[in-house]
């Protein structure tokens, strides 16, 4: 059947399919481009709106972003100086305690009354003089916790610093470990990340630990910007030597260089 149509020999039937045909085929260019065109359009406005639906959302994003850090800035901000009376240090302001006032139970230079009752998971206020670091550091049930709440418990993104539930809170242990997040506004530890260069170090060599038991001084010997999912703490010792043994690994993997001498008889914080 199909032989025999294609070699149909009417003349008017092959002089009619020719006309379709050559009808057919001057119109398809200009069919062609006209869908071209109106595809092109349509693609333009799809992509157009998709476009202002990205800045929308980014946006949208951003700003919750900046309100949230705002918020938790806010509050870290009120903690250390609306209640200052009660958070600052006392032996700066000359009202420090008499000895007699001074208990075992509360014997640093630091009131915590009222971060108890905000927060009774607080062990300790960590500050570091030229840096914006001067928070409050608590200990949970967990090591979850704290990487998304404020001090007072409100969800956000700046958390708080939070001592590993391992540790015992009254930094007895040879190791003490401290976590917070490097956020991208420069609050928190975010700061703690410049200590790769020589000069950061020699310019914020020291940091001050106030806790409910007694003040610190933190002497850093040691600086190493590591992954969070690297095994590189160590919180238990098997001896002195041991323990030496790992100062000395920090100190050769240090990014800067410092003259401060660990003993067998110290205890060391890694934040």
Known sequence: MLAVVFVTPRLTTNTFTSRIMTKENNDLPEKTARSKKHWSSYLLLILIGLSLVA???FASFYFR??????TGNDLYKNLRT???????IKKDMGQAAPPEDQTSANSGSMDFTYLEIVNPDIVAWITAAGLP????VVQGQDNEYYLTRLFDHQPNRLGTLFVDVYNKRDFSDKNTVIYGHNMNDGSMFA???????QDFYDSFPVMDLYTPTGDYKIELFAGYVANANEPFIQFVFQDDADFLNYIDWLKLISTFDSQVTIGPEDRI???
Do not use: F, G, M, W
Not at 191 to 197: F, G, K, L
């Open 133 to 136: 670091i001067d928070l409050p």
């Open 269 to 271: 914080v890694t934040l």
């Open 82 to 88: 609306d209640q200052v009376s009660l958070l600052h």
């Open 65 to 70: 972003l900046e309100k949230e850090y705002q």
């Open 55 to 57: 800045v929308v959302v």
């Open 191 to 197: 700061s703690i990340a410049n200590y790769r260069t």
